[in-house]
Each structure stands twice: as structure tokens, then as C-alpha cells.
């Protein structure tokens, strides 16, 4: 299997994870704080306006389904650390490659289990997570058991009081997957934001779309105005918005549940 992970000729020690001919996510050991994918950026600014701001003394456990070159747990463990973490990674030989060129830290209080999402939180017991984050892509697609009613139940069963949910997927207007996807999540928690780059919602592009979801209501105002200082800056649905773009969209369900659409240039692809 070639190399999934190429140097930064200009940053020593950092590393792109490739997905096909393009970068899927980067990595600067050196710096955790560098989040060079504005997905990214919307995933952490949802973990820092929610979570993580919880005092200092309570203890947090964070879970993400996908874990690529682990960009967000890294950061997590900068911005908060010993942070309980537990990332669900199936790809063995991604993490091998991972644990050779982009070591984790002793005591980091990151552990990599190599299951599917789906697996690990059935494994895991209720209330056992902060906040769970999805950002698995296999072959481009989100993995069409991560998206449904049935998987929805098993996430919102471990969080705790106050927990978060958050995914990236992809789509392109009109929405058709999305929205589908949205409808289940929205049939679960009592605040759920969707957000994306003005290009996306507009239909001019494929791209990443970030949702968030609790029982207590998300901080949307901060949201947004961390996101319209980001050099692409993204605008979120929320409320009656929010319910007229999903419309009469069913949850997707393990019966007949679809991955993500291709994106434009298949495995080339990736925002």
C-alpha cells in the first residue's frame, strides 16, 4: 500500500493525509493549533463554544468515529489537556503510518481503537462520552451505516447530560442525502445547526456541511461570529430555516441507508 501521508516541504515534521491525489486533512505536530481545513475549523470552534469551556476541574471524554492524521484530537489535548479521547479508526495500516511518522505524545490521553464507528459505540456504555464527533469517510463516501436512525440512537445513547454530536459530511445542492441525514438528527436532539460555505448552500459546489446537535440550546450567536471572521466563512441554518430546508426529508435507516454522494472526481476530491 503506498504512503497516505506526505511531507510539508515547508514545515518540517507536518504532514498532509492524502485521500486519493488530494489532501484530506494536516498535520503539524509541532503546532496542534494549526488547522489548516476550515471544516476543521467549524468541528473545533463547536467543541470550544460547548465542552470544552466547562470548568477546568470536570473531566471530559471526547469520542470521534474516523481519525485520519487524529488533527482534532491533537488539538483537543493542546486546548484542554488530559482530555480522555478515544478515536475509532478501522484503518489499520493508516494508523500504523500515523503512529510511525506523527507519534503521539506520552500521556496524551489519546487512545485509537481499530473498529468501525458503528462497533464502537455499540460497544461503549451509555453516557460514557462529552461529546461524540463524526468524521469518517471511506472511499470518499460517509459510510452509509454512520447515517441512520439506528446508528442516531446509538450516538445520542452515549452522551452524557449536555453532550454534543457533531459530523462532516458532503453533499451538493439540492441536498437529497443531506437532508435526510439532517432529518435524523434533528428527530433527536432539541438544537440542531447546519452550516456550510456560502457556495455550498448556493449549488455552485460539493462540499462540506457541519452539523451540530443537543439537547441544550447551541450557542449560535458565538458561532457565527467566529465563522464570518474565517477566511471562507461559513453561514449556518437554524430554527424555522433550518426545518424548511429539511422539509418532509425521512431519516436515512438501516434498510435502506446510502453512503454519500460522489463527490466530483471521486477519490480526487476532497474539500
Known amino acids: 500500500m503506498s504512503d497516505r501521508l506526505a511531507p510539508d516541504a515547508g514545515t518540517p515534521g ?7 491525489d488530494t489532501a484530506q486533512s494536516y498535520v503539524d505536530p509541532a503546532d496542534p493549533n494549526r488547522l489548516e481545513f476550515e471544516y476543521v475549523q467549524r468541528l473545533t470552534e463547536a467543541l470550544d463554544a460547548t465542552v470544552l469551556g466547562r ?9 470521534h468515529i474516523g481519525g485520519a492524521g487524529m488533527t482534532i484530537p491533537r488539538w483537543v489535548e493542546a486546548r ?3 482530555t480522555a479521547q478515544l478515536v475509532l479508526e478501522p484503518d489499520a495500516d493508516l494508523t500504523a503510518e500515523v503512529r510511525r511518522k506523527l507519534p503521539l505524545g506520552r500521556g496524551s490521553g489519546i487512545k485509537v481503537r481499530e473498529v468501525g464507528g458503528r462497533e464502537g459505540i455499540a460497544a461503549m456504555p451509555p453516557d460514557y ?13 460517509v459510510p452509509a451505516e454512520l447515517t441512520t436512525g439506528e446508528f442516531l440512537d446509538e450516538a445520542r445513547a452515549r452522551l452524557r447530560p449536555g453532550g454534543l454530536f457533531a459530523a462532516n459530511v458532503t453533499d451538493k445542492a439540492p441536498f437529497y442525502w443531506a437532508k435526510r441525514f439532517v432529518g435524523g438528527v434533528a428527530g433527536r436532539w432539541a438544537s440542531v445547526l447546519v452550516s456550510a460555505e456560502p457556495a455550498v448552500w448556493k449549488g455552485r459546489r460539493f462540499g462540506n456541511l457541519i452539523v451540530l446537535a443537543a439537547q441544550a440550546p447551541l450557542p449560535l450567536d458565538v458561532l457565527e461570529r467566529t465563522a464570518a471572521r474565517a477566511a471562507f466563512p461559513y453561514r449556518y441554518l437554524a430554527g424555522r430555516e433550518l426545518c424548511r430546508w429539511i422539509g418532509g426529508a425521512q431519516q436515512w435507516s438501516d434498510a435502506d441507508a446510502q453512503p454519500s454522494p460522489e463527490p466530483p472526481g471521486g477519490k480526487s476530491w476532497f474539500s
Open 129 to 141: 462520552a462529552d461529546a461524540v464527533i463524526l468524521d469518517a469517510f471511506a472511499d470518499a463516501h
Open 55 to 63: 470548568p477546568s476541574e470536570v473531566r471530559l471524554r471526547v469520542v
Open 80 to 82: 484542554r489537556p488530559h
Open 14 to 20: 507536518a504532514f498532509s493525509v492524502l485521500f486519493g
